[in-house]
Structure formats: C-alpha cells, structure tokens
C-alpha cells in the first residue's frame, strides 16, 4: 500500500478505490495542503442510476467528507452524442427532452449522498453542473481552431476501447468520436469555472481523462490530475449491476428498496469484505473482523451490507424496513406486507387462472417458457408449496389467511398476488 499522507487519497486506497493516478505525489500534496475540487460525469441515457455508478458516488462522497469539492457533472451535452468507450455498437440517439428528462431523475439520487451548495468558490459544498451550458454554445469553427489542435488522432486511434472497436471492423462514427475531446474540453471549463484541478473515471476512462490533463496544460499552462478505479465486477466475473438481466437501479420509483436490500443480501462470499469497503462507511478496523466470518456469522454480515449499503441509497427507514421485511419473510415464515405485491381481478381466478400466466404476472418469469423451466427445476412454490404440474390453475382455495397467494422463485424471490 503506498504511503499517501492526504487522508482523501488515503481512504480512497484503502477503501479499492484506486487503479491509476497521473502524477500521485503532486496530487497528495496538493490534497494535503487544501480543499481541492474533483469532478465526475455521469450521461443522461437512463432516468436513473444503477449500482454499476456506485463507485464513482461513493468516490464523490468520499470528496466531501474528507473536506474536499466534489462536482457532479450531468452530460447534458456529451448524452447527445454517447460514449463508445468499450461499446460494440453505437448507442442509441437521445432527444434533448429525453436526457433532460433522465438528468432530473439522476439528480433526485445524489441529494442521497452529497450535500450541494450554490456553486459559489467559497460555499464548499458539492456542486451539480451541466455540460450542456456551456457545450451546446460552442461555435464550431471556432472550437476546432482553438482546441482542435491539441488533440492527436494517432493516440486517440490508440486508445483501447477504441482499438477494439477497430479490430472488430465494428462501427465507430464521427459523432462517437468527438465525445473524446468534448469530455477533454469538459474538465478545461470545470476549471476555470470552479477551479477544478482533479478528473475521477473508470479504468476504461482513462485516455479520456488524460486528454483532458493535456489540454488544460497546454491551453492554460495549469497542471491537473487524473485518477481511475478498477472497472468493478463480482467474484465470479458478473458486471456490477445487472442481476439476471435487471438493472438494479438506485432510485425507488425503478427499483423497491427491498429489491435492492436483497440484491446486496445475495452477495456473493468472496465479495462481502470488498463491498463492505466499497459501499459503506462502516470503519476499516471493523470491517477488518467482518471479513472473517464463515457459515452462519458471514450470512449475518451480509445482511448488515445489505442494511448499510441501502441506508446510504433509500434512507435509515427504508433500510430497516428492508430488512425486517426479509426476517418475517425468511425467518419466520410469516408473510410481510412489504413484500412485492401484484393485482389480479377476482373474475379471473374465479375463471381458474393459470400458474403460468401468473409466474409472468409476479414478474418472476419473463415468459410462459421461463415459467416451464422454474416449475421442472422444481424451483417454483404456491403458498410455500412446490409446483409440479404446470397445467396448474390458481382457484379461490389457494388465498390463504391474509386474503392473497403467495408466488416463490426459489428461496428468495417471493410476490403477494391479490385480488381486486
């Protein structure tokens, strides 16, 4: 480990949060000596963030509670044009309603995690800035002329996701393009707008990033930083954010919180100790003990991941309910009125309704084929009860005491079908 002596290059380290940084020992003396202001973007293509973007929130949060600036930056300019880092095929082109549409469910999450001032130099508090009020005002000859110039197509030919793209003789337009040069513009506005000295990416970000160091000093004669962490994926090679081909999204109106409480519940073993780093604020030394746990102990620190890591998104209430919802369901074998919970109209059952149609109803198969396979997999239960003939029919008997029917997937997939 090295031996940073900025206590926000020193927590960022210690918590996995650092893969490359363009010049480390100017960077911690200048984070040691005082506030310095950091930015990350995040693009409008979704109304809502998914877990996969809970890096860069806790880095940005990270800022702040070490006495730093962080700056959000929305991409309301850069979401016009897409991001092809990594991307085999272009992305999909996006209305400006659209993406302003996206932006103001983005910003909803971050009031979770930062508190946001006026964006005045001396308020201290995070900022939220938008590209597109200064990017949708560029004169386009006059940008090429200017800024044009210090950018070198052979090394930005060079770049990795951009190699790829090649090799593979995959499409890569001119708009893609220039995402490149407008993000390097993006953080040489950042800072002379705020005086931002600090760009934070992914690994896969890293060309980007640079750029952006690059034109700054050369335009402005300035030196400023960049600063990558590991692209993030699960023990056993899974992309961060998707569970089962669903995004898990990390606002409540995409996903309830006890979705998500469970998503961080499933954890897988070889995980807990790095998540519990990554995404709570719990402290190192505990957190040191934690890792420990085996058997029975380990499944008790997932639920406390699982609390923690949804406290910080949904709130303390939310969390706790959460988790009781989970302990009835689970531990008690009660049913929890927290649970998911879908409608079906009592003529329909009186007309005897099909196991099938109603697995696709809960939403725990995505089709009358999925449905099949969880029913021969014997992973499929009414009432607590396992399905075995998939000619079922859901009949006025199987309402249990509370008045609903119970739908499981497994041991922790379960939805509340009730009549209306």
């Avoid at 609390?307 to 929890?336: D, H, N, P």
């Amino acid at each position: 480990m090295s031996e940073f002596k900025s206590l926000l290059l020193k927590t960022l380290e210690e918590r996995g949060f650092i893969k490359q940084i363009s010049k480390p020992e100017e960077l911690d003396k200048l984070a040691l000596e005082g506030p310095i202001t950091g930015y990350i973007g995040f693009d409008g293509t979704a109304d809502s963030l998914h877990v996969g973007s809970l890096t860069m929130i806790m880095v940005l949060r990270i800022m702040q509670k070490t006495g730093h600036r962080p700056i959000a930056l929305m991409g309301g300019g850069t979401s016009m044009v897409g991001d092809p880092s990594f991307k085999s095929t272009d992305r999909p082109m996006l209305t400006i309603d659209d993406i302003n549409k996206n932006l103001e469910g983005i910003k909803s999450i971050f009031a979770q995690y930062l508190e946001f001032g006026d964006g005045s130099k001396d308020d201290g508090r995070a900022i939220m800035a938008n590209n597109a009020d200064w990017l949708c005002e560029l004169n386009y000859m006059d940008f090429l002329r200017d800024y044009g110039v210090h950018f070198s197509v052979n090394r930005m030919l060079s770049f990795e996701g951009v190699k790829q793209r090649m090799d593979r003789d995959q499409h890569l337009s001119f708009l893609e393009f220039n995402y490149m040069i407008l993000q390097g513009y993006d953080f040489l506005e950042l800072h002379r707008r705020y005086g931002c000295e600090l760009q934070v990416g992914g690994s896969d970000q890293w060309g980007n990033i640079l750029n952006g160091v690059e034109l700054t000093r050369r335009v402005d004669g300035n030196e400023v930083f960049a600063l990558t962490t590991p692209l993030l994926t699960t023990a056993s090679g899974q992309k961060m954010g998707k569970s089962e081909g669903n995004a898990i999204w990390l606002n409540e109106e995409n996903l309830p919180a006890y979705d998500y409480w469970q998503y961080w519940r499933n954890t897988e073993d070889a995980d807990v100790g790095r998540f519990l780093r990554m995404f709570t604020e719990l402290p190192i030394l505990e957190i040191e003990k934690l890792e420990k746990a085996e058997g029975a102990e380990l499944n008790e620190v997932k639920k406390l991941l699982a609390t923690e890591v949804t406290k910080l998104a949904r709130g303390t209430k939310a969390a706790e309910k959460a988790a009781e919802t989970a302990r009835i369901t689970f531990e008690t074998g009660g049913l929890s009125a927290d649970l998911p919970t879908v409608e079906l109209a009592k003529t329909e059952l009186e007309a005897g309704y099909g196991v099938l149609s109603a697995l696709v109803l809960a939403g725990l198969a995505t089709s009358n084929g999925e449905a099949r396979r969880h029913i021969k997999g014997g992973a499929a239960k009414i009432n607590d009860q396992q399905i075995t003939d998939e000619r079922l029919t859901l009949a006025q008997n199987d309402l249990n005491d509370q008045g609903v029917i119970k739908l499981s997937i497994g041991k922790k997939k379960h939805v509340l079908i009730k009549l209306v």
